[in-house]
């Protein structure tokens, strides 16, 4: 994307500068991206998960709009350029080892975040309780709510 | 951890059985390990971002307190084990290519997820509408809080 080489973000300092200082200095990993989680700025409803490398990451902050790296086609891609669901980041967080950022994002659209249609791609849950096995089943969202 | 060779997830499928199915079908990236988001079961506050391993996934269904893989331990791990603030597992979610589990979880002790003694690792903000570069500085929460 960029032909720019000078460096986006500042590079990795000591354990305490990365935990307690205010330098942005995110970690990317062996293939060069860092995990991005995404929850509604309303709500706090987590939305989704994905990938951003170091242009996505500094288009993100530069725009306000989430840019991500998709693994299964190599490239760049800003959430919602063709389903119209932009993410409006309205505020962007770092953990406490700066290897992870946190989105809060309005959604443009219908405000679907998933490419499957639902709202958020966390839609169904995992049984506990029960010995992990091959059998494992899913409760879609819906069914768990007309249980409950 | 484990000595049983017995598979203890369902291999994948299609990516339709994957996305719309109900069969639990996890996927382990090439170093063995899913994604793991926590949040609080009741504020719904994203609290941290970890890793599981399949032992660690599979102690975390059976036994609902959560289990994690520490990358740079290489070694699993249960959540408060020394500090007290053990994860209690209230949901379960996962998403819909099955590759990121997200945890909703009470947690015991004084509450405090965060290895640095905070309540959450997200505790300092990015600043956006700037252009990346290594002199970014981060907004610490208390101060941002201060500032509103």
């Not at 993410?87 to 080892?97: K, R, S, T």
Request: contains cysteine; hydrophobic residues 40%.
């Amino acid at each position: 994307m960029s032909e720019n080489t000078k460096p986006k973000f500042a590079s990795r300092g000591s354990k305490e500068a990365i935990e307690t200082g205010t330098s942005f200095q995110p970690k990317f990993d062996a293939g060069g991206l860092i995990p991005a989680i995404v929850t509604d700025a309303s709500t706090g409803e987590v939305l989704m998960f994905a990938w951003m490398d170091q242009d996505a990451l500094a288009l993100t902050i530069e725009t306000r709009a989430a840019y991500f790296w998709s693994r299964s086609r190599k490239a760049l891609w800003k959430k919602g350029q063709e389903s119209g669901n932009v993410f409006n980041v309205v505020e962007m967080l770092i953990d406490c080892d700066q290897d992870v950022v946190l989105l809060r994002v309005d959604v443009e659209g219908n405000g679907l975040a998933c490419h499957t249609g639902q709202r958020s791609c966390f839609y169904r849950s995992v049984p506990l309780g029960a010995a992990a096995s091959p059998a494992l089943r899913l409760t879609p969202f819906g069914e768990k709510t007309k249980a409950r």
